[in-house]
């Protein structure tokens, strides 16, 4: 009886142990999820088809982000498209929620100007998940407090040429750069479910920009 007992709690411990794959735990961070954020140059328009995510768990996530990338388009041609914000903000934003710290990004985007389709890897180093747990004391300019706050935001600026930057950004803290990657023309051109194999229109700022301008490839 005592052997019977034991066989049956010894059971009991390893299905308390046992791990559905369809529904993993929470991730345990020390904050309720982190951010995913996207941006572009001034009047280099980006169309965002979609981001996937593989966490460091080794779990897949299809489509947690996309559509129009954060920018500015000055009237009158008065903004600069070159270069990146010395300040990169945290751009167009989605919270991924139940997703653990990335191990890739993989984004597919069209940039409208050219206009092309792209797809690039981002590959998320350790030292950035390990700084995306890191408490940072930050002052706050807005309300004037010293703050606790975690760089949780990866922001992914995205430009013509199929060239994508990457910065950990977070509430009130100094953004820290964790890469420039260069993708790949996408063969099978633009889609996403709504544009029938065509390239999505620029508004008339970005219109009226690239029809004076040459696209400043060099700059990004």
């Known amino acids: 009886m005592k052997s019977l007992c034991l066989l049956l709690g010894l059971i009991l411990s390893l299905s308390a142990c046992a791990r559905d794959p369809l529904n993993p735990p929470p991730p345990k961070l020390p904050y309720d999820r982190w951010s995913i954020g ?26 947690v982000h996309g559509g129009l990338a954060s920018i500015q388009n000055p009237p009158e041609n008065r903004g600069d498209p070159t270069g990146w914000p010395e300040r990169v903000g945290s751009g167009a934003m989605r919270r991924m929620t139940n997703i653990d710290l990335p191990e890739i990004v993989f984004v597919r985007w069209q940039s409208l100007v050219e206009p092309q389709t792209y797809r690039v890897r981002i590959n998320i180093p350790e030292w950035v998940r390990d700084e995306m747990l890191k408490p940072e004391e930050a002052y706050c300019r807005f309300d004037g407090k010293v703050v606790t706050n975690y760089r949780n935001i990866i922001t992914l600026g995205l430009a013509p040429g199929g060239i994508a930057k990457a910065w950990l950004t977070g509430g009130c803290l100094e953004p820290i750069e964790i890469g420039r990657f260069v993708g790949s023309v996408h063969p099978e051109g633009p889609y996403d479910g709504t544009s029938n194999g065509r390239h999505r229109p620029l508004s008339p700022e970005a219109e009226a920009y690239v029809k004076t301008h040459e696209i400043p490839y060099d700059s990004w």
């Open 38 to 63: 996207l941006g572009a140059p001034n009047y280099m328009e980006v169309w965002v088809e979609s981001v996937d995510v593989l966490d460091q768990r080794g779990l897949a996530y299809y489509r």
